[in-house]
C-alpha cells in the first residue's frame, strides 16, 4: 500500500485561481512528520513546509496554506491567486518517527501548470 | 541560503560501466542520503549515511550501490556496473539533525544508461 498517495496527476488553473493540492497518507506511527516539496522545471526539490503529528493547526505563508486533519489522514495543500511562477510538480512526503534513517515516503506528485 | 551541490547535472554512460555521482552537502549537516526519481515517477530513497557508515537503505541500494564520504566535503555515490533501468534523476540531500528534520536537496544529476 502507498503510504503517501497524491491522486491528482495534473491540475491545470488559470492564473489568480486558488488551487488544491490533495495528499492523503497511511501510517500506523503515532509520532510522524509530513512534508511538501516543490520541483520547478528546473528540477531541484524546494522545501515548503513540515509539520509534525501533533500540530494540527493550519498553517498560512503569503499566498501558501495547509489543511492538516488527522481524521481523514490528509495534509491538503491551496495556493490563493495562482501566478505562473506556481507551475511545477508537487509533492507530499511523509516521515515516520522516531526514524533513524530519516527516509522520506513520497507521493507520486501533483504537476501543476498555471495558465496565464 | 546554503545549498546541496551536485556534479555533474548531466551523465551518460554504457551499460556495464562504473559511474560516481557527487554532492557537497550543506557544510555544517552531519546527515547524508541519496534519492533518485525516475523520469515520472515518485522520489525513492537509497539510502543515509552518518558518521562515515551507512544508518539505513532501502531494497533498491544492492550490492553494485554504494555511498562514500571521502574527505570532509564530498559525498558520493557509487554504482558499479550500470543497468538501463538505473537511468533516473539522482539527488543528493543533507539535513543538521537526525530524526525526521527537514531535507535540503541538491538540483539533481541526470543519469541516462545507454
Known amino acids: 500500500a502507498q503510504k503517501v498517495t497524491q491522486a491528482q496527476t495534473e491540475i491545470s488553473v488559470v492564473e489568480k485561481e486558488d488551487v488544491t493540492l490533495d495528499c492523503v497518507y497511511e501510517?500506523?506511527?503515532?509520532?510522524?512528520?509530513l512534508f511538501w516539496y516543490k520541483q520547478p522545471p528546473s528540477g531541484e526539490l524546494v522545501f515548503l513546509i513540515r509539520r509534525n503529528s501533533f500540530d494540527e493547526q493550519n498553517e498560512i505563508s503569503g499566498r501558501y496554506s495547509w489543511n492538516f486533519q488527522k481524521s481523514t489522514s490528509s495534509f491538503n495543500f491551496t495556493i490563493t491567486a495562482s501566478q505562473v511562477v506556481d507551475s511545477a510538480v508537487y509533492f507530499c512526503a511523509l516521515s515516520e518517527g522516531p526514524n533513524t534513517g530519516n527516509q522520506f515516503y513520497f507521493g507520486t506528485g501533483t504537476s501543476l501548470t498555471v495558465i496565464p | 541560503e546554503p545549498e546541496v551541490t551536485q556534479t555533474p547535472s548531466h551523465q551518460v554512460t554504457q551499460m556495464g560501466q562504473e559511474v560516481i555521482l557527487r554532492c557537497v552537502p550543506i557544510?555544517?549537516?552531519?546527515?547524508f542520503y541519496w534519492y533518485r526519481q525516475i523520469l515520472g515517477q515518485k522520489v525513492e530513497f537509497l539510502v543515509s549515511?552518518?558518521?562515515?557508515?551507512?544508518?539505513?537503505k532501502s531494497e533498491i541500494f544492492d550490492d553494485q550501490f554504494s555511498v562514500e564520504r571521502p574527505d570532509g566535503s564530498n559525498f558520493t555515490l557509487k554504482i558499479r556496473s550500470t543497468k538501463l533501468e538505473d537511468s533516473a534523476m539522482y539527488f543528493c540531500?543533507?539535513?543538521?539533525?537526525?530524526?525526521?528534520?527537514?531535507?535540503?536537496f541538491g538540483s539533481g544529476t541526470q543519469l541516462s544508461v545507454l
Open positions: 540531500a543533507s539535513s543538521d539533525r537526525q530524526t525526521n528534520e527537514k531535507l535540503f
Open positions: 501510517t500506523r506511527d503515532t509520532t510522524y512528520y
Open positions: 549515511f552518518y558518521n562515515n557508515e551507512i544508518s539505513e
Open positions: 557544510s555544517n549537516h552531519l546527515y
